[in-house]
């Protein structure tokens, strides 16, 4: 499978915070607005917590006070003179029912919003790169666009567009564990510090724990997203080629090549969720050693029952956010590859001539100039044109021939403005190329070859292909390709559903319809490519006498290998292949 992503480090990957930081940076240059929305969501988070560890602490308080029954005071309450400045003044139980209610309902409350909250996020992310990446396909030099395999592009599109928004509230609970844990944490210092001493204790050891899994994590997430690659590559092609998978009888060595990939993967997945059972499984264990060893030694830690009891019962609450913490940390190094895979195609840079402004162009009047011309494709060591010097006179028919490997479909792609010239220049009415708006010259042109796109759809659907044209035109169009004849033998006639690229159709119907789509929005300048090579000489010879009495006055330009063709043409433009200059 060919791809021309950037490769994933293994290197160890380091601190915490750099991981985090790298993962932030990686995704503000995806959705630059991330910033606010981030701390908003973290704020919202970590006060959820502050409320977890307000009610925990006035729920314990609240216990001794009902089994005392009598009037509590600052000092009964577990921490309370230290949390809230020395207060010593008598609470009623009704007042520490309200407060510990009011916490409880403001967490509920806090929770819910920051939920609605993240999947608004996260549909707008998800949203915002898929519509980035998807124009950017549609933005990046054609040449680029080579190189990248159509069943990846969906992959990502479909697939790792979601990755961005799940690092992003990775990132999100990443910040409100984090503020959690420390809040908690004051919350223990300040009730019971050998308490907290534990704690953090713990905390480091968890931390160097986790260290131990990272690296594996981030091989995971490669080996799994190569698998799901493999996978689609290998869907894409068995759909596109189902009729030679069948003509060769391969149906058999699809589906084992389909079962092995499919096994990959699976036991990939399934070393993941493995790896996950164990961490949360050592995260569990150390957790229940705190506890047991604060249990064990209570009696002989300097520390308050009820103190301690509360902070207990935090450390026991933060377990499950320390728990989480290790997740989200995995997963971003699991989803890393997909990031990247992303950043690489949206970091790709647009094709100048699409951005570009330029002079707006009406008509063609005079004549289209190569002067000097040469283009060499990336990594081909002969040139596909050289130094071509020629020009094409408006209103007029032209052939271009010559033998395989001469340039002519290179000479069509420039005039298309896929691709430009290496050196030299074209000039439309004595302006270059380059300075001219690249839509309105576009809409002067068409064009139609004999490698036809189709799309899975209906007839009309193929002949409009998502453009504002008429019934009448449709119709037009394919009259003149000759076309309307085998349509209207179809069962539904124009609006017969062809299926995926159109397998149904022959190689001469499949051009005929995309000649027809060429036609049908009446260019000034039709560019055929070979358009008419897979129709039988009688069919072919009819077409062209449509097309030559329709082009009357209007400019067509021809490539063809058959002299039949090129003879009926005004001027004909005879190219050679280049040759490696010694």
């Not at 039709?526 to 030559?548: F, Y």
Request: proline content about 3%; charged content about 20%.
């Amino acid at each position: 499978m060919t791809t021309r992503r950037k490769p994933v480090s293994d290197k160890p990957t380091g601190a915490f915070s750099l991981v985090v930081a790298a993962r932030f940076r990686e995704l503000l240059k995806l959705v630059p607005s991330l910033r606010l929305k981030t701390s908003v969501m973290i704020v919202i988070g970590i006060l959820s917590g502050l409320m977890e560890m307000v009610g925990i602490t006035f729920l314990v308080s609240l216990v001794f006070v009902l089994g005392q029954q009598g009037p509590a005071s600052g000092t009964a309450i577990a921490g309370l003179p230290a949390l809230f400045g020395g207060f010593e003044a008598a609470i009623s139980k009704s007042m520490l029912v309200t407060i510990l209610i009011c916490a409880i309902i403001l967490r509920i409350v806090l929770g819910f919003a920051n939920s609605i909250i993240a999947s608004i996020v996260s549909h707008q992310i998800s949203g915002s790169i898929r519509h980035r990446l998807y124009s950017k396909i549609l933005t990046i030099p054609f040449q680029r666009f080579l190189h990248y395999e159509r069943s990846d592009l969906m992959n990502v599109i479909a697939t790792e567009s979601y990755a961005v928004a799940s690092a992003h509230a990775s990132l999100v609970r990443l910040g409100i564990n984090l503020g959690t844990i420390v809040i908690f944490g004051i919350g223990m210092l300040i009730m019971a510090w050998p308490i907290a001493v534990l704690g953090l204790v713990f905390g480091v050891i968890h931390n160097l724990t986790l260290g131990l899994f990272a690296g594996a994590y981030r091989r995971v997430g490669v080996t799994a997203l190569a698998a799901m690659e493999d996978l689609t590559q290998l869907t894409w092609t068995t759909l596109q080629t189902l009729k030679a998978v069948k003509s060769f009888g391969l149906e058999k060595r699809h589906e084992s090549i389909f079962d092995v990939l499919s096994t990959d993967a699976g036991k990939t997945w399934s070393r993941s969720d493995r790896m996950g059972a164990v961490t949360s499984l050592l995260s569990e264990v150390l957790t229940f050693s705190v506890i047991l060893t604060i249990i064990l030694s209570s009696q002989f830690l300097p520390v308050d029952f009820r103190a301690a009891l509360s902070a207990t019962i935090l450390l026991y609450r933060l377990q499950p956010h320390i728990k989480e913490f290790d997740s989200q940390i995995l997963g971003l190094h699991a989803m890393e590859a997909s990031v990247q895979n992303i950043l690489t195609i949206i970091s790709e840079a647009d094709d100048v001539r699409q951005v570009a402004c330029g002079e707006k162009l009406k008509h063609l009047r005079k004549e289209i100039v190569f002067h000097d011309v040469s283009f060499s494709y990336e990594g081909n060591i002969v040139p596909a044109v050289s130094h071509v010097s020629f020009s094409i006179k408006t209103g007029e028919t032209t052939a271009l021939t010559g033998p395989s490997g001469s340039g002519k479909t290179t000479i069509l792609n420039m005039l298309l403005d896929l691709i430009q010239p290496s050196d030299g220049r074209i000039t439309l009415d004595g302006k270059d190329l380059s300075t001219i708006q690249r839509s309105s010259w576009l809409r002067l042109l068409s064009v139609s070859g004999q490698d036809v796109e189709l799309m899975e759809g209906t007839v009309i659907d193929n002949i409009r292909f998502r453009r504002e044209i008429s019934k009448e035109d449709i119709r037009w169009a394919a009259d003149v390709a000759c076309a309307t004849e085998f349509i209207e033998k179809l069962p539904s006639g124009f609006d017969e559903w062809l299926g995926d690229e159109a397998i149904r159709l022959s190689g001469g119907q499949r051009q005929r319809i995309g000649l027809a789509r060429a036609l049908a929005g009446r260019p000034e300048i039709l560019l055929l490519d070979e358009a008419t090579n897979a129709l039988d000489e009688a069919t072919e010879a009819r077409v062209l006498s449509l097309l030559l009495k329709e082009y009357q006055g209007r400019t067509l330009i021809i490539v063809s290998h058959r002299s039949s063709v090129a003879s009926r043409m005004k001027h004909q433009i005879c190219l050679v292949p280049p040759v490696i200059q010694e």
